[in-house]
């Protein structure tokens, strides 16, 4: 059964840090890209950060660009976003989601959703003082 499970979410203040985690199972072939979407109350979803399973190349949103770190441990099937200066507007449910065909880590995270793309559960991440 093929799964993706977040975990790392939770309340922080403005400024402050969390890292999430992505633990990806299942998969009898090889997935190309891995990547975290979000999508916050009445907005759409959106690509944040995408990492290509190959060559480790990463895309990042604008918005997120400097503060948000995307890394991969190959051993351990698991994908990692560092988020740091954290923002009230990057509050949102947070998402991991893989390719088995990406073309491009940009391609990947500007669609946000694809046909055959594995979701995980999501986790919340609400920066509020």
């Known amino acids: 059964q093929v799964q993706l499970v977040e975990s790392g979410g939770g309340l922080v203040q403005p400024g402050g840090s969390l890292r999430l985690s992505c633990a990806a199972s299942g998969f009898n072939k090889d997935y190309s890209g891995i990547g975290w979407f979000r999508q916050a109350p009445g907005k759409d979803r959106e690509g944040v950060s995408c990492?290509?399973?190959?060559?480790?190349?990463?895309y990042y949103q604008e918005s997120v660009k400097g503060r948000f770190t995307i890394s991969r441990d190959n051993a351990k099937n698991t994908v990692y976003l560092q988020m740091n200066t954290l923002k009230p507007e990057d509050t949102a449910v947070y998402y991991c989601?893989?390719?088995?065909?990406?073309?491009?880590?940009?391609?990947?995270?500007?669609?946000?959703?694809?046909?055959?793309?594995?979701w995980g559960q999501g986790t919340q991440v609400t920066v509020s003082s």
């Open positions: 989601a893989a390719d088995l065909n990406m073309v491009t880590v940009q391609d990947m995270c500007v669609m946000a959703y694809k046909l055959g793309r594995t």
């Open positions: 990492i290509s399973s190959n060559d480790g190349s990463t």
